[in-house]
């Protein structure tokens, strides 16, 4: 399965996505049920309050992905433990935009 990743703009001076990538490629956390994964892009929300995360998406499913997943520090606030508070009208407008056959995971790690 080939991905698209969306991250906190935020946070990207404090984390470099790392786990990010590891658990993608080992098929763990997150991916457990897909299996390893291919990521085709890295991009972050676009900033405060995130309407760039939907253009965003939907250009990393023109170039290739099956899914768009949400880094952690989206939903669960990693590595600082403060959330997006934007996420759930992020997440809505995204999967709006990119149709249910596009598969949506929340969380990587």
């Not at 404090?14 to 291919?38: I, L, S, Y």
């Not at 900033?47 to 949400?70: H, N, P, Y």
């Amino acid at each position: 399965m080939k991905v698209g990743i969306i991250r906190c703009q935020l946070t990207e001076d404090m984390c470099p996505g790392t786990v990010d990538f590891k658990v993608a490629g080992e098929g763990t956390q997150a991916f457990e049920e897909t299996g390893p994964v291919e990521i085709v892009g890295f991009l972050s929300c676009g900033g405060c309050s995130g309407k760039k995360a939907v253009t965003r998406a939907k250009m990393m499913v023109d170039r290739g992905a099956e899914g768009i997943v949400f880094a952690s520090c989206m939903k669960k606030g990693n590595p600082i433990g403060y959330p997006c508070p934007h996420f759930a009208a992020m997440k809505a407008a995204v999967e709006a935009k990119v149709g249910p056959e596009v598969k949506i995971i929340d969380w990587t790690h």
